[in-house]
């Protein structure tokens, strides 16, 4: 075979020189690379887990030296839809509220019994993920609470108000993950305030299903106006008219403990178990709010807070 | 090779030539970088997803990064840039011209590369190759993504480049004696390759705009805070990106048609049906962007469109498939090395097509989006056709670059356990997306179910490790000492095809 011109061939040293090249580039790269590691590795400033990081620990607040457990669990309906804590939306103990006064230490042992990663803070931010207060937090997004693991934390509450423990992974809080954790002044037995003269009228009336299986105040669960939560401050004068809309019998009062008929407080029992408001009816009753605190109004006949008639009164 | 192809030059004299095989060479040489580059990373992503819980990488953000750089790297830096470098080879060669239209522009589009590789390597960006909106507008930490960002646009600004030269170096610069029928196949699917990027790449453009300013903070294209709407980004995403798709597989299929009638000896069965199914994949490329979107909340009737449109490119798919086969069939097959990664990147064609059919579907995309079924499926394409093609077309090209042979039984070991390794991975991925395991996880619940599939697709990608880092072994040793290859015909096939070492010499 003749060629015009000769056929060169690549050389050890021609292949030696563009390796070299080559790897000289990839080699400054690299230094160039790691020269950045702590740069490339550093957390966005908008993000949750910067902020996790820069929250110092919680300021100064005298510490009442109560202290309460709160066991806490996660779990999802089965289609993964819904999301909450102990039970799943619409059953008892979904979400619990959780009450407290400043200075209150609340103990959190939380499990994961579902089948999805979770983890666990609170915070104070009305919806989202972040802000979550330094050590509160069990587990991470990126360092999740597997199924079947459990953590524990604590949380002293810093000031009155309302916090939400949550699931920090992102979107879970949105399906259903979050709960209330209402804070009280500070005290150990809050005192009532003086009467401030300021009355409100409330409308609360008993509404059933058809099936009689969920019952409400105002509205049935999943409408609007279902329950409203009521605040007033402490020594205004409230009166609460109450119309029996339904056709079982019902009884109203302002309780300390939801799930204690008993535990009337302020004198604001309309009829009794023994002497309900028949449907049709409507009475009313007017009282003076005490002292303040989470409160409950529900249905006083048992089992009817249970089924739903239930809802925060909340005395500021 | 171009490194030999005249009187032996400094290397620096190659780097800055714009003559077509010298820039050839260069993305040749760059693409490869890339490819080892982007596969470290995935054996990095494979060896992490090796068992539940975090093996080699501190955390998912490090993770995210991670899959971002790879499917930037590999996409954008491999096989874009190594599609480049055969039709620079190529296809002045094929339409009988001296160079390509405009020398000059090649070696722009050229080494706008390396700086955008520089820029995604450097950055580091964590928000996946689709810088999907909401978060990349509003979250994604800071300059790495804005870094990705320009990346992007030099690289699209790249490829209109080198698309606008080779369509008019076929189209104006091919020799008057030759009709554009008669035009190789290769040089017709960068002519389609090529109208795609033309038409398709400008779309993303703007949404990149839109993103960067949506980043700034002085628009809300993007961010549903300030009534922007985030899928309006997917439909201008995938506007571009469907069809890019097409600009990958198109060369990597011209690629098998260059290879697979010279090692069957015969000439290609229908040209005129290969020329057709081209022109066709990239017109139907156009009709289905938005069957990555089914699950965003789409009309019936805009999910049955884009579905039909999807399956219009099933046919002129299969169209290039039965042309292999009826070239194939009853040929004097040489199963050189070449030879082997076409064929073995036709069955991996058909395999990612079919579950592509599938995918089309809606009900059943409904239940595999977001899963490893996605990422199996693309990875066929991408991996088991594209690289598969490339690949193959790497060993072709050897002794013609080099004027040495590589060494045939290390080729074929390696293409045999890149063939098991493809399939091990990509293959289960897809029934572990069936189970459905997420993709783009760091982390995933530890069922023996899907730890067993993760464990079978982290050691097939670690079989395709160890094979690629048989190949760099086998292209440095040859280059240096492999046995002189006959130049007019390398495999001992008979008869004379193409003398791409005959390409003319460098004048610039």
Partial sequence: MSHETPIYRTSPARTAKMMAIMCGVCIAGGLLFFTFWDFWISMPPGSQMAKEAAHGPAPGVAVTGKEFDVELSFIESSDFKQLAFNALPGTEGNNPDIMANVGDKIEFVVTNNGKSFHAFGVTEAVEGFEGIISGTEIASANSPLKPGQSGKSSFVASKEGTFYYICTVPGHREMGMVGKIIVGPAGEAPKAAAPTGVSHNFDLNFVESSDFKQLAFNALPGTEGNNPEIKVKSGDTVTIKSSNTGISFHSFGIVSDADDPNSIVFNSAIGSMNNPIKPGETKEVTFTAGAPGSYHYICTVPGHAALGMKGNFIVE | ?508
């Avoid at chain 2, 080779?166 to 554009?180: A, M, R, Y």
């Avoid at chain 2, 490339?390 to 013609?400: D, E, K, Q, R, T």
């Avoid at chain 2, 069922?447 to 490790?465: C, F, K, R, T």
């Fill in chain 2, 1 to 508: 090779m171009v490194l030999e192809l005249a009187k032996p030059r400094p290397i620096w004299q190659i780097m800055f030539s714009t003559h077509h095989t010298d820039v050839g060479l260069l993305y040749t040489l760059t693409s490869l970088t890339f490819f080892f580059l982007g596969g470290a990373l995935a054996l990095g992503i494979r060896a992490e997803l090796f068992l539940p819980g975090s093996q080699i990488i501190a955390d998912s953000m490090t993770f995210n990064r991670m899959f971002t750089v790879h499917g930037t790297t590999l996409i954008f830096l491999f096989l874009l840039p190594f599609a480049s470098a055969v039709g620079n080879y190529f296809v002045p060669i094929m339409v009988r011209y001296k160079d390509m239209a405009y020398p000059k522009l090649n070696a722009v589009a050229f080494w706008m590369i390396p700086p955008a590789g520089a820029l995604i390597w450097l950055g580091f960006a964590d928000f996946t190759w689709y810088a999907t909106p909401p978060y990349s507008a509003i979250r994604a930490p800071g300059p790495a993504a804005d870094m990705w960002i320009f990346a992007q646009k030099i690289l699209g600004v790249s490829s209109v480049l080198g698309a606008i030269n080779f369509v008019v170096t076929i189209l104006k610069c091919k020799h008057p004696d030759l009709p554009l029928s008669k035009v190789p196949l290769l040089a017709w699917s960068f002519l389609s390759a090529s109208l795609i990027i033309i038409v398709a790449v400008p779309t993303f453009a703007a949404a990149l705009v839109m993103l960067l300013t949506d980043r700034l903070g002085v628009s809300g294209f993007f961010d549903p805070s300030k009534g922007g709407d985030p899928i309006a980004y997917q439909h201008l995403f995938w506007f571009t990106f469907h069809p890019e798709v097409y600009v990958l597989v198109i060369p990597a299929i011209g690629m098998m048609y260059e290879i697979i009638p010279r090692f069957s000896r015969r000439p290609i069965f229908s040209q005129s049906s290969g020329i057709f199914a081209f022109v066709m994949l990239a017109i139907v490329g156009f009709s289905s962007w938005a069957h990555h979107m089914y699950s965003t909340g789409m009309s019936f009737t805009e999910k049955t469109v884009f579905m039909i449109g999807t399956l219009a490119a099933v046919p002129a798919s299969a169209m290039h498939v039965f042309n292999f086969i009826a070239t194939m069939w009853g040929a004097r097959i040489r199963f050189a090395t070449p030879m082997m990664w076409s064929v073995g990147g036709i069955a991996l064609f058909f395999s990612a097509g079919a579950g592509g059919v599938a995918n089309a579907a809606m009900p059943f995309d409904f239940i595999t989006h977001d899963s490893y079924w996605v990422v199996g499926h693309f990875h066929l394409f991408v991996m088991g056709t594209i690289a598969f093609g490339s690949i193959g077309f790497l060993y072709y090209m050897f002794p013609y670059i080099t004027g040495r042979m590589y060494n045939e039984a290390m080729g074929k070991i390696h293409f045999i356990m890149s063939m098991a390794g493809t399939v091990m991975v990509f293959f289960t991925q897809h029934v572990l997306g069936l189970y459905g395991m997420p993709r783009r996880v760091f982390d995933y619940i530890p069922l023996p179910e899907y730890i067993v599939m993760n464990q079978i697709a982290s050691v097939g990608a670690m079989i395709i490790g160890i094979s690629m880092g048989l190949w760099i072994f086998n292209m440095i040793y040859s280059s240096a000492k492999g046995k002189e290859a006959n130049m007019d015909d390398p495999w001992n096939l008979g008869g004379k095809y193409y003398f791409p070492h005959q390409a003319k010499t460098p004048h610039h």
